[in-house]
């Protein structure tokens, strides 16, 4: 089976917590952190661009594991984080593959919102399903370095970029039902050229991303009964793991989906077992979740998005990684095969990219995925960050805002506050030309 062999993730060591935040932009107490559900939000300064965080996740990823630049045949990127109209992040990338030969390396950058990561997947995976497959590896990388001006999205910002190898005989194999909703829309877009900031109308971006949810759901819902002769419900997977834009809005749509549910078949034992018929109802108002199932299906993915924010393309990725992360966590005082209770497992995937495009397809463990938790060593990695104050924060833009776009600069920010590892920007000449290096 095709699908995701390894994943890596790089975010930025600084982060400030959304606590703090809701309390310097003079909100209640509780907005960001239980009306958003956000815990904290990484962010970087002028010393990281997109290219540098996606080349950053892409080195990792090669070098945990162990795989030679030459052995990779396509390499795909998914963002909506652009410094340049025309040249892609992709052909950036390709320094870290030309250095060792390899110039045979098809792809290049799939843009629309939070969607191109998803693009990007895809695309790889048809390319190793294909005649025209080399029999070298696929790689997807997708990133954004999400910020907003003053006012109320600043809070969902975050950035970070996943890398992952896509190949034959994958412990996480792409299912074949895939189930898409597109549409004209003007939720959250970027007209503006000369700024890094999206314009957002943003409770239409949430009716938006509930109603390609429910597109795709139906669909996915009537294709998968098509195929299988078997009733599609929640009950189905084993987990949910959704673009991020803020906790709130991942856990109403598990209580969507579930709302779907009811709706296509009010009799299922589970709504029977939960009260009245009636009570149900309810959900299409208030999207709330029985906390239990949002327990079972849902927030092991989330801990990523939480602590990061929105990265955009990377979002649904980082919840992918959070899930594999929480399989294998070691749970007090049990001895369990981890690499067993996490075979089989089916798990729902939801990509939304504003403007605006979506799909819903699965993935199910079909080998071992321990290796890919401890690559990535979550736990460890995001204690090391360092928390500065919403002050800080705030200047951070306002400095990364005033070099936006220009030429003949070179970052002022400090190269040792950086994980080790990380590329940089060095300089950005006067045509635009920028350069890198690891520290
Ligand atoms: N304590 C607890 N909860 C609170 C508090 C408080 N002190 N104050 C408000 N809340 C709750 C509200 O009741 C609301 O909950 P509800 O959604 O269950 O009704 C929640 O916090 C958010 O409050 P709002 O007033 O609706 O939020 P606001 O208008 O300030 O902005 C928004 C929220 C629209 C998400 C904004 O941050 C935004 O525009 N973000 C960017 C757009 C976005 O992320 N869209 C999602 C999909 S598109 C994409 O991925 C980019």
Known sequence: MVGIIGMEIYFPRTAVRQSELEKFMGEKEGKFTIGLGQQNMAFCNDLEDINSVCMTAVANLLEKYNIAPTDIGRLEVGTETLIDKSKSVKTSL???????????????????ACYGGTAALLNTISWVESSAWDGRYGLVVCGDIAVYEEGPARPTGGCAAVAMLIGRDAPL????????????????????????YPTVFGQESNVCYLRALDGCYRRFALKYESANKTPFNLGQVDSVVLHSPYNKLVKKSGARMLYNDFLRNPDLPIFKKNGEKRSWRRYLHTCSFPPLRYAAKVEPSVLLPQELGNSYTASMYTGLLSLIHNWHKPKAGAQVDTEEQAKGKRVLMFSYGSGLAATLYSIQVAGATGHIAQAANLEERLKERKFVSPQEFTETLKDR???YGKFDWSPEGDPSELFPGTYRLTKVDKHGRRSYERV
Do not use: W
């Not at 390709?94 to 629309?112: A, K, R, T, W």
């Not at 194999?173 to 890094?196: C, N, Q, T, V, W």
């Open 94 to 112: 390709c320094q870290l593959f030309n250095s060792h030969g390899n110039f045979d390396l098809e792809g290049v950058d799939n843009i629309n």
């Open 173 to 196: 194999a792409m299912g074949s039902i895939r189930a898409s909703h597109m549409e004209d829309a003007y939720d959250f877009y970027k007209p503006k050229l000369d700024s890094e």
């Open 401 to 403: 805002e005033t070099k």
